[in-house]
C-alpha cells in the first residue's frame, strides 16, 4: 500500500508544467513585444546549458501555419542558447513561438510566448496550454528512476554490508542482491527507451523509434545510461564469480568498490551536479551522498533480512550501527552543501516549491534518524544479552561437560594380555530430551547455535521493529529525493527573475482581463501588453477578442491605474484605436508596487462593462 501511494505521487506529482531545471533568461524578441520590422531570428536565453532538438523551435503565423524555419543551434556558441533563423518575408501580426529544449540535467523544458510585427494582429495562433509532457512518458519515467534508486541503494548497501559488517551467513542476502541488481538493470533499460519521448513529449509507444534511439544515444543521458549497464553487466559478472565463496578476497572488494563509485556517477553526470555553479565539487558531493544513502539504507535492507533469518549477531549489528552513524555523518555534510546549492537563500525554504519539499524531506529523514536511534538502542543491549549469556555458558561448561551429547566410554576388551585402547561412542539423548528442527523456522537461530533466552529473543524482536520502521521510512525519503530532482532548483527559479527584471522581461508583460457586458457577443477578453512594465514611462498595447477568440470590433476602450496604497491615481492611459487594436504611447507610473488597472470595454452604445485586475510595476 506504502509503495503504491509513492507511486500515484510520483506519477501526479507536479502535473501540468513541465519541471525542469533550467530556466528562460530572457527572449529576443521579447514576449508580448511590438516590433516594427521582421526580426531575422528568435534567441532565447537560459539559467544553464541547454541541449537542441530536431523540433526545438515551432513558429506560427496569425493564421495558425507554420513558419518555415532553420536548424535549431546555439546562438555566437554560446551553450546556455538557442536560436532559431526566419525567412525573409515574415509579414506582419502576432506570431506564435513554441519551443522545447533540454537542460544540461536531462530533464526537457518546454514553454511559448508571442510577438507581433508592425501591430497586433485580429488573430493569432493559440498558445498551448496543455502539460509541457505527456503524462504517460512522464509516469514511466519517474517510476523507472524510483526503481533505479532504491535498486542502486540496495544493490551497493547489501555488497558493503557484507564487506564491512562481515556477517558469518551470507546466504540469505544473495536473494535480495540478485533482485536489486535486477530492477536495477530492468529500470536502466526502461529509462533509454524512454529517453527520447521523454525529451520530445511524445507517447510511450515511441520508445522503440530507431532515430529517438540514435539521437538519446548521442547525448550524455543516453552515454550515462550506457555507462551504467555496461557497470551492471561486470557487477553480474562479479556476483557470479562470488557466488560459491563465503568471504571476500582484496581484488573483489577493490573491483566492488569501483563498480559502486561508477553507477553513483552516472547520477552525477546527467543530475543536478552536472550544472550550475561548482560542478566539480557538486558531482564529488553528489557521489558521496548517493553512497552514503546506499550504505544506510541498503545495509537496513540487509539487516532487516539477517533479523527475519534469525542469523544475525549482535557484532554484526554493532558493526553495521557504525557504519550507519558514519553514512549519517556524510549525508549530513553533503545534504548541507546541495541543499544551499539548490536554495540559493533561506527564504526559499518556505517560499519555492523546491524549498517545501525539501522541507519534507528533512522531515522523513528526522523520523529515520529516530527510528535509527532506537535501533541502536536495541543493538547495544542485544550485544550485553549475548556478552552475559556466553558468560554464563563457559561457566556451565566448566563444571557439567561430561553431561553433553557426545561422551566418552573406554572400552576394554581381554584379547589375552593386550587392551584396545579407548574409543569415542555417540549416546543418544535421554527420553525427553531437546531436538533440532531439520530448518529452523524464520526468526529463530540456525541449526547448531544455542537458544536465545527471553531477553535476547526480546531485544532481537525489538531490533527488527525498529528496523523495520527504518526500512519504511527510508522508501517515504527515496521517494521525496526523486521527487525532489525534477523539480526547479529555487536558485534557477530566483536567478530567471532577477534575469528577467535586468533584461527588461517583467513577469506582468502581458496580462488578459475577461469581460462580460452581459447583451448578445458582449464577451471576451481583453490582452494588455505593458512595455517595459517598470516605473516610468510605458507603452501601452491592447487587442479585443470575442468569445470564438477572434478579433472584436467595439466602440470603445478605457484603461487606468490606481495603486491604492500610495493613494495614487486613477491616472487615464488615454487609449487610442488603431484600427485593429489600441494603443498609449506613453503612460507614465511613478511608483513601483502593485497597481490596480482598470478597463473599461463599452460593447453597444448602451452595454459597457467595466473589470480591474492587478499587475505589479518593477523598479
Not at 544473495?174 to 519521448?197: E, Y
Not at 569501483?258 to 564529488?284: D, F, K, N, R
Amino acid at each position: 500500500m506504502l509503495l503504491g501511494a509513492l507511486l500515484v505521487l510520483l506519477l501526479f506529482a507536479g502535473a501540468g508544467q513541465a519541471s525542469a531545471h533550467a530556466a528562460l533568461r530572457g527572449a529576443d524578441p521579447a514576449d508580448g513585444s511590438v516590433v516594427k520590422t521582421a526580426p531575422r531570428s528568435i534567441t532565447l536565453t537560459f539559467t544553464e546549458s541547454v541541449g537542441l532538438l530536431d523540433d526545438s523551435f515551432r513558429v506560427f503565423d496569425p493564421d495558425n501555419r507554420r513558419v518555415e524555419t532553420g536548424r535549431a543551434q546555439h546562438a555566437d556558441g554560446r551553450a546556455d542558447t538557442a536560436r532559431v533563423t526566419l525567412p525573409g518575408k515574415l509579414g506582419t501580426g502576432t506570431f506564435t513561438v513554441a519551443w522545447r529544449v533540454v537542460s544540461a540535467d536531462s530533464h526537457p523544458i518546454a514553454g511559448a510566448f508571442t510577438f507581433s510585427v508592425g501591430a497586433p494582429s485580429a488573430t493569432r495562433a493559440p498558445l498551448s496550454t496543455g502539460p509541457a509532457e505527456d503524462p504517460a512518458t512522464a509516469g514511466l519515467f519517474k517510476i523507472g528512476r524510483y526503481l533505479a534508486y532504491g535498486a542502486a541503494a540496495v544493490l551497493i548497501g547489501t555488497a558493503l554490508f557484507v564487506a564491512v559488517c562481515r556477517p558469518p551467513e551470507v546466504r540469505p542476502l544473495r536473494r535480495p542482491l540478485v533482485a536489486a541488481w535486477s530492477v536495477f538493470t530492468g529500470s536502466t533499460v526502461l529509462l533509454l527507451l524512454l529517453r527520447a519521448p521523454y525529451e520530445t513529449g511524445a507517447d510511450p509507444a515511441q520508445a522503440l523509434d530507431p532515430s529517438g534511439l540514435t539521437r538519446t544515444l548521442s547525448g550524455r543521458p543516453g552515454i550515462a545510461l550506457v555507462v551504467r549497464l555496461a557497470l551492471l553487466a561486470a557487477a553480474a559478472v562479479l556476483l557470479l564469480r562470488q557466488r560459491r565463496r563465503e568471504r571476500l578476497s582484496p581484488a573483489t572488494l577493490a573491483a566492488a568498490s569501483v563498480l559502486a563509485v561508477g553507477l553513483a556517477l552516472t547520477w552525477a553526470a546527467a543530475e543536478h551536479a552536472s550544472a550550475g555553479i561548482q560542478v566539480p565539487v557538486a558531482m564529488t558531493s553528489s557521489v558521496l551522498h548517493l553512497l552514503a544513502t546506499a550504505a544506510w539504507l541498503g545495509g537496513l535492507t540487509a539487516l532487516l533480512t539477517l533479523l527475519h533469518r534469525g542469523a544475525l549477531p549482535a557484532a554484526v549489528a554493532a558493526r553495521f550501527s557504525r557504519l550507519a552513524a558514519a553514512s549519517v555523518a556524510v549525508l549530513a555534510v553533503t545534504g548541507v552543501y546541495q541543499s544551499w546549492r539548490g536554495l540559493g537563500s533561506l527564504d526559499a525554504l518556505t517560499d519555492s516549491s523546491y524549498g517545501r519539499l525539501l522541507l519534507a524531506k528533512l522531515a522523513a529523514v528526522a523520523l529515520l534518524l529516530t527510528a535509527g536511534m532506537l535501533s541502536r538502542r536495541w543493538t547495544g543491549r542485544l550485544a550485553r544479552a549475548e556478552t552475559a549469556v556466553t558468560g554464563d555458558t563457559q561457566g556451565t561448561t566448566s563444571t557439567e561437560g561430561t553431561t553433553a551429547v557426545e561422551t566418552e566410554a573406554k572400552v576394554t576388551v581381554d584379547a589375552g594380555s593386550m587392551d584396545r585402547a579407548p574409543v569415542r561412542e555417540r549416546v543418544p539423548q535421554p527420553a525427553g530430551g531437546p531436538s533440532l528442527p531439520d530448518e529452523p523456522p524464520a526468526g529463530e537461530p540456525p541449526a547448531g547455535e544455542p537458544p536465545l533466552t527471553p531477553a535476547e529473543d526480546a531485544h532481537r524482536r525489538a531490533l527488527r521493529r525498529s528496523v523495520l520502521a527504518e526500512v519504511v521510512v527510508s522508501v517515504v525519503v527515496l521517494g521525496l529525493t526523486t521527487v525532489l530532482t525534477g523539480t526547479l532548483p529555487a536558485r534557477a527559479e530566483a536567478e530567471a527573475a532577477t534575469a528577467e527584471q535586468s533584461a527588461g522581461l517583467p513577469v506582468a508583460s502581458v496580462t488578459t482581463i475577461p469581460f462580460d457586458a452581459g447583451a448578445t457577443g458582449g464577451r471576451g477578453t481583453v490582452q494588455i501588453t505593458l512595455d517595459p512594465g517598470r516605473v516610468g514611462d510605458n507603452s501601452v498595447q491592447a487587442v479585443v477578442y470575442g468569445p470564438d477568440g477572434g478579433f472584436a470590433d467595439i466602440p470603445e476602450l478605457r484603461l487606468s491605474f490606481t495603486l491604492p496604497s500610495q493613494d495614487v491615481g486613477p491616472l487615464d492611459a488615454g487609449l487610442t484605436d488603431r484600427g485593429g487594436y489600441w494603443s498609449a504611447t506613453s503612460v507614465n507610473l511613478p511608483i513601483a508596487g502593485d497597481w490596480e488597472m482598470r478597463v473599461t470595454v463599452r460593447t453597444t452604445e448602451i452595454d459597457q462593462v467595466s473589470e480591474t485586475k492587478q499587475v505589479r510595476i518593477l523598479r
